[in-house]
């Protein structure tokens, strides 16, 4: 059947971002009682349980627009983070303020610099600008800031460093970092998407908020998604010049962020110790991971985030499925530029002691090991 309608040319150009299965769905389609998902890099120690609690007596008042200014979320982070809330723009997730960043700042023929194996969402927004993404490739799964530099021409608007990198949970070091931002021209911005931050351990990561007095181009991205254990609720920002954060909330739904995830993260925010033993369980768990691997002869991406790369040797495609016969839901590389990898969420004790049986088991099955 042929419409009358036209799409725009620049959509039927981009893929949909591929989703999974639902748990319910995999689990009848193997016949298993329970599964774990380990697959899209949340906090597998769900939120606080303090935003669990208020749950539980309130949301009487779900009839009233949410405050579309973000006012009470906007002055916790304020002054937890110590920027002004002038400077920060909330979004439905930061994938939100991605958007509003190419929508308002992204002309036709436009370029934005990012690397090849990053969140897929940069250069699907920057298509839907009529932007051209320039890709630039990781070298050892990590960003190339020499090459991303000398990418730049006259046309270049928007450069994005994951940090650490989805997928490969990579970080790029301090001096180098703070060397790319004192080299990019001031009239090109600059997005370090720190979704991840919060899980790195290592002293060798730029600290980039107080920089924003110094680089009044940079633009740095935070999420409660992650972390946070909010990822169904929707909410991130962005801290920036105050300048570019007018302009982007001139483009914006007015209510985009609703108010239980407004509320939820003023709440968890409250929570820094909840925080903290996150840091601590995932740093254990990353660590375990990584000596198995170790053990097992395979080679993986050093990660400062809560999941890890490994490469498998085999079809990641593969090694997936039979996981999945297992009642462990990852990812594979395959569709992420890793064909021989798969990117799996560090879990619980329990959780990566499960997994590392069952990989070690398609292994053996495989001949691998």
């Known amino acids: 059947m042929t419409l009358k ?9 981009i893929a949909p971002y591929v989703l999974g299965k639902t748990l319910g769905d995999l689990q009848k ?16 120690y ?6 669990k ?12 627009y949410p405050d579309g200014a973000t006012m009470e979320l906007g002055h916790k982070v304020s002054t937890f983070l110590g920027v002004p809330k002038e400077q920060l723009v909330f979004g439905n997730g930061s994938d939100e303020v991605i958007r509003l960043l190419t929508r308002a700042y992204l002309n036709s023929g436009d370029e934005a610099i990012m690397a090849d194996v990053t969140f897929p969402r940069y250069q699907t927004n ?23 530099y000398n990418k730049i021409t006259p046309k270049t608007k928007l450069m994005f460093v994951c940090n650490p ?3 490969t949970g990579t970080i790029v070091g301090k001096k180098e970092l703070l060397q790319f931002l004192e080299s990019v021209p001031s009239h090109i911005l600059v997005v370090v998407d720190e979704a991840y931050m919060e899980y790195v351990t290592t002293d060798d990561y730029l ?37 570019i954060a007018e302009q982007l909330k001139k483009v914006k739904d007015v209510f985009n962020v609703n108010s239980v995830a407004q509320k939820s993260a003023v709440i968890a925010l409250e929570d820094q110790e909840f925080i903290r033993e996150c840091t601590y369980k995932n740093e254990k768990g990353r660590a375990f991971l990584e000596k198995e691997f170790d053990r097992l002869g395979l080679k993986y991406f050093p990660s400062q985030s809560n999941f890890i790369m490994v490469d498998t040797t085999l079809n990641g495609e593969i090694v997936a499925s039979e996981l999945v ?26 959780d990566n002691q499960r997994f590392i049986v069952a990989l070690e088991e398609i292994l053996e099955e495989k001949g691998v090991k």
Request: hydrophobic share 35%; aromatic share 8%.
């Open 325 to 350: 016969k297992r009642g462990l839901v990852i990812r594979s590389g395959t569709l992420l530029g890793y064909p021989t990898t798969v990117r799996v969420t560090v879990g619980t004790e329990e």
């Open 53 to 64: 609690e208020w749950f539980k007596g309130n949301g009487g008042d779900l009839f009233l």
């Open 207 to 243: 600290e980039t908020l107080p920089l924003l007095k110094t680089f009044e181009n940079l633009i740095v991205l935070r999420t409660f998604s992650k972390i946070y254990g909010l990822a169904g609720l929707r909410v991130g920002f962005g801290a920036m010049n105050e300048e």
């Open 126 to 148: 920057v298509f839907l600008e009529g932007g051209t993404p320039v890709i630039v490739p990781l070298v050892d799964g990590t960003h190339d800031l020499n090459e991303m």
């Open 29 to 44: 389609e193997h016949g298993l009682r329970s599964i774990r998902k380990l697959s899209e890099n949340e906090n597998i």
């Open 46 to 51: 769900g939120c606080s349980p303090k935003v």
């Open 165 to 167: 990198n989805n997928p």
């Open 5 to 13: 309608f036209k799409t725009r040319e620049v959509v039927t150009q």
